[in-house]
């Protein structure tokens, strides 16, 4: 009999539920003994998926065929709202499954602020006090014992990384903060839209949710949390003709008296003993050509030409780092295994 972990992916047939199978059928004590994707129940997994066909995964089912105790940990790759109500009745009925979400449902602490940014009354309030954020560098005690890992969205993934250590040495001025985020088409998710089309955002570089994307909820959170006050931070997200890989431009108004290497030396303490963070040489430009493929976030300070301020750029690959690595990173915190189980995998380039 295998020992390894028995798992549960709910939304096989999602970019984030690909990627989370593409790592972690090589990872050496997971073992994924059930697959879920209702429109496509019934499909042999390469059906949906030829790049992952062949690898002895199981067949795709209904989610109401599964028994929740045959499982050591439940990944959920539902979109948001959708894995509420599941989320809750294994956790309040079933005793053995750990739960790492990959979608948006239990990452706000506060029920109100997810009413407001995803437009529905969250059904299960009260298991939010079972979550942990999972922003695996920084959360690492609280996901070790949680019932439920949220994992945060690609996009806070990137920026909290640059900025958590900032803000909570009170470096910069967490009221004057200004993320500008770029993005592949694979964070909107494999459902046929209009602006996703080649034809549409192909050679076209295009900014979406002005002012209200969803993620703005995550970064104003976490930031007042690591500055100890309420602040809101400026998010604007746009679209890039490539498939995969994100990068954020963070621009920074210095705390009185602190300069730019002052912020770079905070974030190589906080970041080099870390496998998966890397603060780069001084004056090297991070690109998404670094990082693509691979669970790695790399990260650099410059000095703005306006004197008192700082620019700090971060890029992540949006379905690795930013959503299934970082599932996958999760996963092995939560059950006391190495951490890098997995997720070796070095950037592929070109």
């Not at 990452?107 to 979550?131: C, F, I, M, T």
């Not at 910069?172 to 993005?183: E, L, N, R």
């Not at 210095?254 to 496998?275: I, M």
Request: with cysteine; charged share 20%; proline share 5%.
């Amino acid at each position: 009999m295998s020992n390894k972990l028995k798992a549960a992916l709910l939304g096989a047939s999602g970019y984030t539920g690909a990627d989370l199978l593409r790592i972690g059928v090589l990872h050496p004590q997971l073992e994924f003994t059930a697959l879920t994707a209702n429109t496509h129940a019934g499909k042999p997994l390469g059906a949906v998926f030829p790049h992952l066909d062949g690898l002895g995964l199981p067949q795709l089912q209904q989610t109401d065929e599964l028994n929740w105790q045959d499982f050591d940990v439940v990944f959920c790759g539902l979109p948001h709202a959708t894995s509420q109500e599941i989320i809750a009745e294994i956790v309040e009925n079933h005793d053995r499954p750990r739960i790492i979400d990959m979608s948006a449902d239990y990452r706000l602490r506060d029920p109100d602020s997810y009413q407001k940014w995803y437009g529905n009354k969250h059904v299960a309030p009260h298991l939010q006090e079972k979550a942990a954020y999972g922003l695996s560098e920084h959360y690492r005690e609280q996901i070790k014992d949680a019932r439920i890992i949220a994992c945060p969205g690609c996009y806070p993934t990137a920026a909290l990384m640059a900025l958590i250590p900032l803000a909570k040495a009170a470096l910069v001025d967490p009221a004057d903060i200004v993320i500008d985020a770029k993005s592949g088409v694979s964070g909107a998710g494999r459902g046929l839209k209009q602006n996703t089309l080649m034809a549409e955002a192909g050679e076209s570089l295009s900014p979406y949710a002005v002012a209200s994307h969803r993620h703005s909820a995550e970064l104003d959170q976490e930031i007042s949390l690591a500055a100890g006050k309420d602040v809101a931070v400026g998010f604007t997200p746009h679209l890039i003709p490539m498939s995969r890989g994100e990068l954020v431009t963070c621009h920074l108004r210095l705390a009185a008296g602190k300069t730019a290497a002052d912020l770079r030396a905070a974030l190589k303490a906080q970041y080099d003993s870390e496998p998966f963070v890397q603060v780069l040489d001084e004056g090297k430009i991070p690109s998404t050509s670094m990082v693509r493929g691979s669970n790695l976030c790399k990260i650099n300070v410059f000095e703005d030409r306006i004197p008192g301020r700082a620019i700090v750029i971060a890029t992540l690959d949006n379905l690795v780092k930013g959503s299934a690595g970082q599932a996958i990173q999760n996963f092995n915190i939560a059950f006391g295994l190495e951490e890098t189980n997995g997720l070796q995998q070095v950037a592929m380039f070109p």
